[in-house]
């Protein structure tokens, strides 16, 4: 069984920061994705990442896939209110279903 | 917009009195999931359908069942809802098994009482 672990499991911080979170595992994975999720809601995709060492960038998101394929990261620059939630990954190895970490809560304040 | 759509976004149903929940897409998806996420929690699969193809995951407890009548519609039934089943459910859909994206509806929110 694949399994996915993410730091931190909170976080809070002010308006204007910078946050990284992580999503790690023991194992290989041929595919990773973040989502977002907001209160209430169902959860967003925000980027698919297959290549090991690949960085993608969404306006102040960069996303990045572990040489090795095993763990990524999730960067946000000057974090806004509306960044807040709960930050997903994803990992699937070679046509399985994807399987969930248990998400990072991320709290901006004003 | 071509979406996931799940009715109702909020259900109370009593200890023990089935209950159906719904999940429609206009994707034309042929993977369907249901998932089931309790407070704090990752998104756990219960299920889900390759087309017309069943597959269960293997703790999902004889409790939960599953219909997808056509490519648009799939049902979430709780033949005996316990107290330990409130949670969100989620639907949400793919092109392929483990490929691309999945597209999420706003889920329902579960309470028994």
Known sequence: ?110 | DAMVIQNPRYQVTQFGKPVTLSCSQTLNHNVMYWYQQKSSQAPKLLFHYYDKDFNNEADTPDNFQSRRPNTSFCFLDIRSPGLGDAAMYLCATSRAEGAGGYTFGSGTRLTVV
Do not use: M
């Open chain 1, 1 to 110: 069984t694949q399994l996915l672990e993410q730091s931190p499991q909170f976080l809070s911080i002010q308006e204007g920061e910078n946050l990284t979170v992580y999503c790690n595992s023991s194992s290989v994975f041929s595919s990773l994705q973040w989502y977002r999720q907001e209160p209430g809601e169902g959860p967003v995709l925000l980027v698919t990442v297959v290549t090991g060492g690949e960085v993608k960038k969404l306006k102040r998101l960069t996303f990045q896939f572990g040489d090795a394929r095993k763990d990524s990261s999730l960067h946000i620059t000057a974090a806004q209110p509306g960044d807040t939630g709960l930050y997903l990954c994803a990992g699937t190895s070679y046509g399985q279903n994807f399987v969930f970490g248990p998400g990072t809560r991320l709290s901006v304040l004003p």
